[in-house]
């Protein structure tokens, strides 16, 4: 019981943080415009202010909305556009929350691929950030050789639970990487030049042995990524 109720919980809200971001996209409020009251959203959602409040965090940790001390919250950023071609606003919470699970695994994953890898692994490593970097300087999608990347560095650190862990992530990570690479290629190129200079920066750390450096490299990657996410 206690279990449905708390997959009931987070439905309500994944529910709630939909209905703000689209109160952010209809409404065209601009960074720095305040959101309603909780009250007010609570209401219009016909949900508790407990689970607005949950909804409310969550985007404060996706970096779309901010809480000012007794002021209430304003919007920090704005979701891009692009991220209906991929996936529709409902799946927004669940799918940027996977950020902070890679967050802890990958960035440990790295340390222990700088530590760990063999000269094989070490090799897969490079072949996966050639081909990276190939799909991402052409046409292609590139998501599957960025997934493919992230993998063998997973992989190196030897430990078949870390690989298990990654792999159950596939589909949401898949998402992020098609819109990533997508919204970036509408930027400048510097955009999809900053991405494989971050890959690169953690492929390097890992080849010298430098556990911290890596573990950092992948941190700044992923939080850079989650920021590429947003106009």
Same mark, same amino acid.
């Given at each position: 019981m206690a279990t449905k109720i708390a997959s009931y919980e987070g439905s309500l809200a994944d529910r709630a943080y939909a209905g703000i971001v689209e109160i952010i996209n209809r409404n065209e409020l601009q960074v720095g415009d305040r959101l309603p009251s909780e009250s007010r959203l609570a209401d219009s959602f016909g949900i508790s202010r407990t689970i607005v409040r949950?909804?409310?965090?969550?985007? !404060?940790?996706? /970096?779309?909305? =901010?809480? #000012?001390?007794?002021?209430?919250?304003?919007?920090?950023?704005?979701?891009?556009? &692009?991220?209906?071609?991929?996936?529709?606003?409902?799946?927004?919470? !669940?799918?940027? /929350?996977?950020? =902070?699970? #890679?967050?802890?695994?990958?960035?440990?994953?790295?340390?222990?691929?700088?530590? &760990?890898?063999?000269?094989?692994?070490?090799a897969e490593i490079n072949r996966a950030l050639a081909d990276l970097?190939?799909?991402?300087?052409?046409?292609?999608?590139?998501?599957?050789?960025?997934?493919?990347?992230?993998?063998?560095?997973?992989?190196?650190?030897?430990?078949?639970?870390?690989?298990?862990?990654?792999?159950?992530l596939h589909g949401e990570v898949d998402q992020i990487l098609r819109a990533g690479v997508d919204i970036s290629r509408s930027r400048p190129p510097e955009a999809i030049q900053t991405m494989m200079r971050e890959h690169e920066i953690i492929v390097e750390a890992i080849r010298t042995g430098d556990a911290d450096g890596a573990a950092l490299a992948m941190r700044w990657h992923l939080t850079q990524g989650r920021k590429r996410l947003m106009p």
């Open positions: 949950e909804a409310l965090v969550r985007l !404060a940790a996706d /970096g779309i909305t =901010e809480a #000012r001390r007794g002021a209430g919250s304003y919007v920090k950023s704005r979701p891009s556009a &692009r991220w209906g071609a991929h996936m529709s606003m409902s799946e927004l919470s !669940a799918t940027l /929350g996977t950020y =902070e699970v #890679r967050f802890v695994l990958e960035a440990e994953a790295a340390r222990l691929a700088a530590m &760990r890898r063999s000269p094989e692994q070490m970097r190939t799909a991402l300087l052409s046409s292609d999608p590139a998501h599957d050789e960025d997934w493919a990347l992230h993998r063998a560095i997973v992989k190196a650190t030897a430990n078949p639970a870390f690989l298990a862990s990654f792999d159950l």
